[in-house]
Nanobody, 123 residues
Framework: VQLQASGGGLVQAGGSLRLSCAASGRTFSSVASAGWFRQGPGKEREFVGAINWNDGITYYADSVKGRFTISRDNGKNTVYLQMNSLKPEDTAVYYC????????????????WGQGTQVTVSS
């Protein structure tokens, strides 16, 4: 499956952005779960959240819980990451990923990755 992430940009603190991750080649339903990860300057890649495709159950890192929301559109074979109340510490390259099986917070368990999209939050 090929993943294409988009929607990043520059936003002021407190603002919002919505990232999209479109799948091609295979559908998300055939790989079962999609995750979002991010890597800030000088930091390791970290888990942001994930969604199980079949039941729509979502999971979030504590750092984004209550501010970020993951959703899916079956018809468009796309996963979204709605980011609200953005903070400067949310600045990172955001990646979408997919795996066969239910969600995981470990990036090593995702074999399929998008190219990343930059999110910059100014103070």
């Amino acid at each position: 499956v090929q993943l294409q992430a988009s929607g990043g940009g520059l936003v002021q603190a407190g603002g919002s952005l919505r990232l999209s991750c479109a799948a091609s080649g295979r559908t998300f339903s055939s790989v079962a779960s999609a995750g979002w990860f991010r890597q800030g300057p000088g930091k390791e890649r970290e888990f942001v959240g994930a969604i199980n495709w079949n039941d729509g159950i979502t999971y979030y890192a504590d750092s984004v819980k209550g501010r970020f929301t993951i959703s899916r559109d079956n018809g468009k074979n796309t996963v979204y990451l709605q980011m609200n109340s953005l903070k400067p510490e949310d600045t990172a390259v955001y990646y979408c990923a997919a795996r066969i099986g239910i969600y995981s917070a470990y990036s090593q368990r995702y074999p399929y990755w998008g190219q990343g999209t930059q999110v910059t939050v100014s103070s």
